[in-house]
């Protein structure tokens, strides 16, 4: 209607040409579409267009909405000066192809010194600045300009210069327009149409009407130069940089198994899945965070699979062109999604599965101090709407998530992750025992859970199960209802569902393994251990820990297991029955064949220093009562204070540990699961001693046998029976 043509003409000329793909677009869109379109393919002249948007018609909320939406596109939080770059680009390319060199002295709007030169200088502090500085958010030209020299971004008599050469270009453009209505900005060579125009404008001659011309354009120009048009020499685009022929040479001889497969890699990252369209904006970036991105990706155990993960989060992400700004921006961000490519095929799943997570990082609100179990708790109970089980399996992956970037890009030492990922799984735990009572209506039910194991010594790792026993109250119909409790307890932990499991429980070491109940009772247990427990379930009890349930009834059985546990000093016969238990783990579990590689269960392996540690503790707990402790390093520090392990064995031992339990958790890691044994395959082996710092396999294998050598001579010395 408005644009349209009647026998008195138009009304006013509408253009559409700005919609996304232009002529090719539909004429309307949906907010969201216009969203995706914006975040995936939007180019820097979209931005600055956006930069003057307003709603004029139709319904003023949905025009606000727009405006909302397309903010965080236009005033980007991570816009580099990379923007300036691009829009001297353009302009270079307007002058070229549009303008043509015989009319840029004579096109008001965007020949030399034009307007759009002016609105060009505004635009880039726009963009630039706009997302911090929210008062640069100026529709109009000349206000923006007072902005601007207001918060020192142009200088007074810079933005004064401006102004004036605006107000005057526009005049012009008027006055070239008023003559015949129509859309023109070229100033005419023909003698009597110029002195039509040098008079209303207020000249007396063309002469001084070109004067005063040149004078404003010049200034403009000068001004430009400054702030954007040296930023022209540097758009080579990225995708003339990076042909197939240059990245095979730059991968080549880098570290990668497959250099073409490499090379694919990076032109899906430069052009997009199957090569479709993707802005040069993007392309530009790509092409700065390239450098980066390459440069890790060679430092890494395996470049070839993390740089395809790098990709594969790339495609799951989706706004390439603002993901790519930020990662300009903030080039840690490429290094932790490389190396977490490379240590964590799981990890790194869930980071393209969840792309949400990786914004929360690269904001900062995700990635903070090591976390303890109080402040998890509160975290994980603080939103009780919705379904209890899917929010904490969402919660536990992202806090996995977070956990495992602390780790591979050095932000926790050992000690600090095992204990977080405890407290991880501590949480979850409480609250699969509340909500599960909550659903049976047994909140007053006698029930409490306590770990063992490594869940019990706060030294849980990636992949890990949880070893318990479940403690409940057994009078009348107890039975039925602490086994139902338990079950359930399981069953909510161990269900998998879109967004994982929790934890898988292991109960094996309850009284009469797998043929006793699942639950038994604070008087029931004390019977067991007092008249039929082997002497290893009494050793297992040395980590027995209160972690969920009924906090009374849990420190009533620690109580409990701790007078027995430590009723009397270790005999020299029960020290032989622990060394035989020993032997016999070492010969009948793991790959007999490489048992040397079985760092666990193998010869100086973890199990070694565990027994040693353990057999001591029992061996000397009955007149030392500070050995009474469930974290296997700390009652190793305690035995060398009273004597009982030399310094400098205590040492070694330390180092041992912490250095087979490192060697457990990288493996670990790759996939979140159990994992006992150094891969036996070259290339695996490799993967692990890059992983671990080391240079070659060689020199890793060369301090893993020297550790356990040293480890296995202490344990025979430590736990040598008298003469």
């Known amino acids: 209607m408005v644009g349209g043509a009647g026998a008195e003409g138009t009304i006013f000329r509408i253009d559409l040409r700005l919609r996304p793909e232009g002529r090719t677009g539909h004429l309307a869109r949906s907010l969201q579409s216009f969203e995706d379109y914006y975040a995936q393919w939007g180019e820097t002249w979209e931005r600055m267009a956006l930069v003057k948007a307003r709603p004029v018609a139709g319904n003023a909320a949905l025009g606000e909405r727009f405006i909302k939406m397309v903010q965080p596109f236009v005033y ?178 880098s570290g990668f198994a497959s250099v073409p497969e490499a090379v694919k890699s990076v032109e899906g990252l430069l052009h997009g899945p199957g090569f479709g369209h993707v802005s040069q904006r993007t392309k530009d970036l790509f092409g700065r965070l390239f450098p980066q991105l390459l440069a890790t990706a060679v430092t890494v155990a395996d470049p070839d699979g993390a740089l395809l993960r790098f990709a ?104 600090q992750l095992q204990q977080e990922i405890t407290a991880l799984a501590e949480a979850c735990l409480r609250l699969a025992v509340e909500e599960v009572r909550r659903e049976l209506k047994l909140q007053d039910f006698p029930f409490t859970v306590i770990g063992t194991g490594k869940f019990g010594g706060q030294e849980l790792g990636y992949g890990a199960d949880l070893d318990v026993l479940f403690v409940g109250g057994m009078e009348d119909a107890g039975y039925a209802r602490a086994n139902k409790l338990a079950a359930r307890v399981v069953e909510f932990m161990a269900l998998p569902t879109g967004s994982g499991r929790l934890f898988a429980m292991d109960a094996r070491l309850r009284p009469d393994g797998e043929k006793g109940p699942l639950v038994s009772s604070l008087a029931a247990h004390r019977d067991y251990y007092l008249k039929r427990a082997h002497l290893w379930e009494r050793q297992a009890l040395v980590k027995a820990r209160w972690v969920a349930g009924d906090a009374e009834l849990g420190q009533q059985f620690i109580q409990m297991a701790q007078e027995i546990v430590y009723e009397h000093a270790l005999t020299d016969v029960e020290l032989q029955e622990i060394r035989q238990m020993r032997r016999r783990v070492e010969t009948e579990r793991g790959d007999q064949k490489h048992v040397e590689l079985e760092f666990k269960t193998g010869p100086g392996g973890l199990m070694d220093v565990e027994f040693m540690v353990q057999a001591l503790q029992l061996r000397n707990c009955h007149d030392q009562p500070q050995l009474r402790t469930e974290h296997t390093l700390t009652a190793l520090n305690r035995l060398v204070a009273i004597g009982a392990v030399d310094e400098e064995a205590g040492h070694q031992l330390r180092h041992g540990y912490q250095f087979l339990r490192r060697i457990e958790l990288v493996l670990r890691r790759v996939d979140d699961a159990s994992v006992s044994r150094i891969p036996v395959e070259e290339r695996e082996q490799f993967f692990l001693a890059k992983r671990m710092g080391f240079a070659t396999t060689a020199e890793f294998l060369g301090d893993y046998r020297l550790i356990t ?15």
């Open 76 to 253: 980007a939080r991570y816009a580099s000066e990379n923007v300036v770059q691009q829009m001297a680009v353009l302009k270079q390319r307007i002058e070229n192809e549009i303008v043509g060199e015989g009319q840029l002295t004579r096109h008001v709007k965007l020949g030399i010194g034009g307007i759009r030169e002016i609105e060009f200088i505004v635009q880039s502090f726009q963009v630039l600045r706009g997302a911090w500085l929210i008062e640069l958010r100026e529709r109009n030209t000349l206000r923006a300009l007072t902005l601007l020299a207001r918060h020192k971004l142009l200088t007074e008599a810079e933005a004064l210069t401006l102004a004036n050469a605006y107000r005057f270009l526009r005049n012009v453009e008027h006055r070239l327009q008023m003559e015949m209505e129509l859309q023109t900005h070229m100033i005419p060579d023909e003698e009597r149409a110029l002195m039509r125009l040098a008079r209303s404008l207020g000249f007396a001659s063309v002469e001084k009407f070109f004067v005063k011309q040149k004078a404003h354009t010049a200034a403009v120009r000068r001004i430009y130069e400054r702030v954007l048009a040296a930023a022209g020499t540097e758009n080579a685009a990225a995708d003339d940089r990076l042909t197939p022929a240059q990245l095979t040479d730059m991968l080549t001889g």
């Open 709 to 723: 050598r040293r480890i296995r001579e202490l344990y025979d010395r430590l736990l040598a029976l008298p003469a």
């Open 312 to 415: 594969r989060f790339v495609n799951a992400y989706g706004a390439r062109g603002l993901l790519y700004e930020t990662l300009v921006n903030h080039p840690k961000l490429i290094e932790m999604l490389v190396r977490l490519g490379d240590a964590s095929p799981f990890l790194s799943d869930v980071m393209a599965n969840q792309p949400e997570l990786f914004d929360e990082i690269s904001a900062g609100g995700l990635l903070t101090e090591p976390k303890n179990l109080e402040r998890m708790w509160r975290e994980l109970t603080v939103a009780r709407s919705g379904d209890a089980a899917e929010r904490a399996r969402a919660w536990k992956r992202a806090e996995l998530l977070r956990i495992g970037i602390e780790d591979v890009m050095g932000l926790v030492d050992l000690e």
